[in-house]
């Protein structure tokens, strides 16, 4: 579909053509092929740089500004979360995982309470449950937020960060007075949640969607309104469907590439088969689309937020569980929407107090195996379009 | 008094003085006001402590802090090369300061070439730049280097056509003579609506001239670190930095003598004080645009140059030519 918008690379020097197709760099690269020889220059973009937000590193090979061949060298992160989860108690993982993709704790911590309630046969209570929606896609929106925030400012508009970081402080407030926590939450427990919801915090939540509706529109006039804005990501990066889904990549990645796929639809959990709401698509897989698509996740995440605030019923938020959490023998897969994409757990029991194997499968670590694909043949500055617009945690990537 | 003044060698420190002490305080008022206008624009309050009120001594603290840090030169750097830089970059901009006409009878270096004296001398910083981008010895410096030269040099040319437009409506390349000519708030007559499209033309291009954002590639610290200044510590650092916002109020006086009257007012008599607030309004904007816009791609910035500004600053020279004539 969008193939044949994908800069061809090396050959021809299609890659310099301006964004508006008067080709002046054309002219230039096909000139320096014939009178100059040029010499490729190896760069090492991170561990340490400003735009891997964190400790990726990516080998790119330059070609004056063009980029020649791109490589993730991830790794630098690696806390081990696999290994560790077989030495802890099921309960325990829960602090764990919430670590990996560190700014959306309760979407992971959602997806560990499930597999060891699934092995073990647990019914959540009703009010937890709808709780756990609650929060999820709040931490969700927060995630969002984050990136709405750190986007513009790779692409040097500074602004949106503080008015990102103004809304996410109003959010924290909520989940500070809900969890106590503000970054890893460790709200959800096996079997349901840590504690009941404060009294008044629906309210401050009903409170928050309509506010945080206007402060969105206003994204979209501050961000998606600026031509710069647009001359830098319309066209840039683009990831088709089908490679899109051959790389596994998940979230806003494949969506924006046109492919309604959300756990959330199409393998409904918790109990969003009782709510309504869509999944945001883009048409041309390019930055300008995954950034559109991340906004329209928030405005579907406040309208899921609407929907549970009506349908919280009353009673317990959690079960009793036995003095020592031993799911029988055999394995669980959970698959949920993180607000990165697709995470999945896979959990081997046998019988003991730890799992036998803990797997997880992170969305960033897929979206970001997309990057020799989407770098090559763009240039420098492009990369950095690009990099962001995948929208990864490293720690997702290394865990 | 006025023998006194009129003797040369008691004039040139006087006039060295002033011109120092404007360069001096202005450029910190600059970037005073750019920590607190960009604070208020982003929902937070910017420097707060430092010098009681308002942290209106942050940049002086910020200057403490420079000459306190450690002198770094990489190894593999060309060390000559490398300490001359900033200055390199930072001395021509003082020197621009030295032509400007801040009052009636008030230019410290009258000259009749003064327009294309200080156009010329603000484009050299970019040796300074390149000197600072090649002697690093590191990569992002380099690539940083060489999207500042040749964005300099592609935005050099529209800015010359745009004041050669003004030299060519006053009659004049001698700033005295030129802001002589305009009423209090600039051109007036057939000459405003031409001279205001030379001025957006001018001000685009000063600045990118000026590497601020949205043109702020060759620094641009989500790609390249921190361009040409990668490797730059301590007071060396500082100088660039200073040479940023001395190039911001050079331009910005420039351009208000080219088209905003220069010191020329209403109601109080003509003076420095005008000039002054032309050169805080123009440099409010210059904070605005950083602000609001995203930075643009090295080649979409060169596609401006040459497809937009170029011939619109051509065919404003010959529409003022032809006003001219008749």
């Given at each position: 579909m969008?193939?044949?918008?994908q ?59 063009m ?17 560790l989860?077989?030495?802890r ?10 670590r990996?993709d ?7 911590e ?18 937890a ?19 709405v ?17 103004r809304?996410?402080e ?51 006039t501050?961000?998606?309104?600026n ?11 683009v ?50 689309d ?32 036995p003095k020592?959490?031993r ?66 945690i ?6 | ?10 004039l ?5 003085v002033?011109?120092?002490?404007i ?6 008022v600059?970037?005073?006001?750019e ?12 420097p707060?402590?430092a ?41 021509p ?6 032509f400007?006409?801040y009052g009636?009878?008030l230019?410290p270096i ?15 910083s ?6 600072a ?12 280097g ?20 003004v ?6 390349a001698d700033l ?7 009423r ?5 007559g057939?000459?405003?609506?031409p ?23 060759p620094?641009a610290?989500s790609?390249?670190v ?10 060396r ?14 331009q ?30 123009l ?9 609001t ?5 090295e ?11 170029v ?9 003022v ?6």
């Amino acid at each position: 579909m969008a193939a044949d918008q994908q800069p061809s690379g090396a050959e021809g020097g299609v890659a310099f053509q301006a964004a508006d197709g008067t080709g002046v760099g054309v002219i230039i690269r096909e000139r320096a092929d014939r009178e100059l020889h040029t010499q490729d220059m190896t760069l090492n973009v991170g561990p340490q740089h400003p735009a891997t937000h964190g400790v990726l590193r990516v080998l790119v090979t330059l070609d004056g500004e063009m980029i020649e061949s791109a490589e993730p060298v991830i790794g630098y992160m690696h806390r081990s979360f696999e290994k560790l989860a077989e030495y802890r108690d099921y309960r325990q993982i829960i602090a764990l995982v919430n670590r990996h993709d560190w700014v959306s704790s309760i979407c992971n911590e959602l997806g560990v309470a499930m597999v060891v309630e699934r092995q073990m046969g647990i019914e959540v209570p009703e009010r937890a449950t709808w709780i756990r929606m609650l929060m999820a896609e709040w931490t969700r929106i927060l995630n969002h937020l984050m990136f709405v925030g750190s986007y513009p400012l790779e692409l040097g508009a500074i602004t949106p960060m503080f008015y990102a970081f103004r809304e996410r402080e109003e959010i924290q407030a909520l989940m500070e007075w809900v969890t106590g926590g503000r970054l890893h939450l460790t709200y959800c427990r096996v079997g349901g949640l840590k504690q009941d919801l404060p009294r008044g915090a629906i309210d401050l939540s009903r409170d928050l969607v309509p506010r945080l509706r206007e402060r969105i529109k206003e994204y979209e006039t501050l961000i998606l309104g600026n031509e710069i804005f647009a001359a830098r990501t319309k066209g840039i990066g683009v990831l088709p469907a089908d490679v899109a889904c051959s790389y596994g990549s998940s979230g806003c990645s494949l969506q924006a590439a046109g492919v309604p796929e959300d756990a959330r639809k199409t393998e409904p959990y918790l109990f969003y088969d009782q709510v309504e709401f869509d999944v945001p698509t883009g048409r041309n897989g390019d930055c300008y689309d995954r950034f559109t698509v991340l906004l329209g996740r928030m405005k579907e995440s406040l309208r899921i937020i609407e929907q549970v605030h009506e349908r919280i019923p009353p009673g317990p938020v959690t079960v009793k569980l036995p003095k020592v959490v031993r799911p029988p023998a055999g394995h669980a897969y959970v698959r949920t929407e993180a607000p990165l994409g697709q995470l999945s757990y896979y959990m081997v029991s046998h019988n003991e107090k730890t799992p036998w194997r803990f797997k997880m499968r992170t969305p960033s670590f897929n979206n970001v195996s997309t990057f020799p694909y989407l770098l090559k043949g763009t240039l420098l500055a492009d990369m950095i379009a690009v990099m962001g617009s995948v929208f990864f945690i490293v720690g997702d990537i290394d865990r | 008094m006025s023998d006194l003044l009129s003797n040369y060698w008691v004039l040139m420190p006087v006039k060295v003085v002033a011109v120092l002490l404007i360069f001096l305080v202005f450029p910190l008022v600059v970037g005073y006001m750019e920590h607190k206008v960009m604070a208020h624009m982003q929902a937070r309050l910017g420097p707060m402590e430092a010098g009681r009120f308002h942290g209106v001594l942050q940049l002086v603290a910020d200057g403490v802090k420079f000459v306190q840090k450690e002198s770094v030169v990489p190894r593999a750097a060309d060390k000559w090369v490398f300490t001359l830089a900033p200055a390199v970059a930072l001395i021509p901009v003082i020197l621009v300061f030295g032509f400007i006409p801040y009052g009636p009878e008030l230019t410290p270096i009258r000259s009749d070439v003064g327009l294309f004296v200080t156009l010329a001398l603000s484009s050299v910083s970019v040796i300074g730049v390149l000197m600072a981008a090649w002697s690093s010895a590191n990569k992002y410096s380099l690539i940083g280097g060489l999207r500042a030269a040749a964005q300099l040099i592609a935005y050099e040319l529209p800015l010359v056509l745009a004041a050669a437009a003004v030299a060519m409506q006053a009659g004049s390349a001698d700033l005295a003579v030129i802001v002589e000519q305009q009423r209090f708030w600039g051109w007036a007559g057939w000459a405003l609506l031409p001279l205001t499209v030379g001025f957006f033309v001018y001000g685009t291009a000063a600045l990118a001239e000026l590497t601020r954002p949205p043109f702020d590639m060759p620094l641009a610290d989500s790609e390249v670190v921190f361009g040409y200044l990668t490797e730059y510590t301590g007071l060396r650092f500082a100088f660039f930095l200073l040479t940023e916002y001395a190039g911001i109020v050079s331009q910005s006086a420039i351009a208000a003598t080219l088209f905003l009257g220069g010191y020329k007012g209403v109601i109080l008599p003509d003076g420095p004080w005008f000039l002054a607030v032309k050169v805080l309004a123009l440099s409010f904007l210059v904070i605005w645009a950083r602000s609001t816009y995203p930075r643009l791609r090295e080649d979409q910035l060169q596609v401006i140059a040459w497809v937009r500004l170029v011939p619109v600053s051509l065919l404003l020279i010959f529409v003022v030519g032809l006003l001219k004539v008749v």
